[in-house]
């Protein structure tokens, strides 16, 4: 058993939150274990808690067309998101759950060992760029310890906002270059702050 099947295990055994007891299933992410990259999202919606499999849903069939666009399929990359169990009612996550399931996120990272790691959305962006606002920094990438950070508007943003539709658009077809020239990627002036929620 690979150490990330092992992972899931441990996550599947996870009762730290509140949320765990509704859930239908734990949905701790998928895709190649040596992908570039990983793309991180919110959290689980209602089909992902259905399916146990993150971005499965309307917002995910944009993100396999989004990825269609540079050339890559799903099972090429890693699809993960901050939060593993779907918030009650699709509310946002809280704080304290994304505290709580740091830690899971901070592990795969570990041993998938990405390249490039990608966030949709404010939530997994807070995590990695501090104090910025998405407006200001989507599409665009900076480099820590060897990876390179990328910022995305939210899939299902673009979906219910049409004008989001072609920056999110515009912003995915940069990637393939990040990667080819990770070396022009500017290193990050700072450590990425404790989380935040008040300012994403
Ligand atoms: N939105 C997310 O952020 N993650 C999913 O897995 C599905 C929708």
Redesign the pocket.
């Known amino acids: 058993m690979s150490a990330l099947s092992e992972l899931y295990e441990e996550i599947a055994l996870c009762r730290q939150c509140e949320i765990a007891k509704y859930r239908t299933k734990v949905?701790p992410g998928e895709g190649a274990e040596d992908a570039d990259i990983l793309f991180i999202?919110?959290?689980?919606?209602w089909?992902?808690d259905q399916q146990g499999?993150?971005?499965?849903?309307p917002?995910?069939l944009y993100?396999d067309e989004l990825l269609a666009s540079i050339n890559l399929k799903r099972e090429q990359v890693y699809?993960?998101?901050?939060i593993k169990c779907r918030p009650t009612g699709n509310r946002d996550p809280l704080p304290s759950e994304i505290h709580n399931c740091r830690k899971w996120l901070e592990r795969q990272i570990e041993l998938i060992h990405p390249r490039m790691i990608v966030t949709?959305?404010r939530?997994?962006m807070a995590m990695f760029f501090s104090g910025k606002g998405i407006s200001k920094i989507h599409g665009t990438a900076q480099k820590r310890d060897d990876i390179i950070y990328y910022a995305m508007y939210?899939?299902?943003a673009a979906l219910h906002q049409q004008s989001l539709r072609q920056t999110i658009e515009t912003d995915m077809l940069k990637i393939p270059s990040l990667l080819t020239q990770a070396e022009t990627v500017p290193a990050a002036k700072q450590e990425p702050q404790q989380l935040n929620m008040f300012e994403v």
């Not at 999202?41 to 919606?45: D, K, R, S, T």
């Not at 699809?79 to 901050?82: R, S």
């Open positions: 949905v999202g919110e959290a689980p919606g089909h992902e499999r993150p971005f499965v849903g917002a995910g993100l699809i993960a998101n901050v949709l959305g939530y997994s939210h899939p299902a």
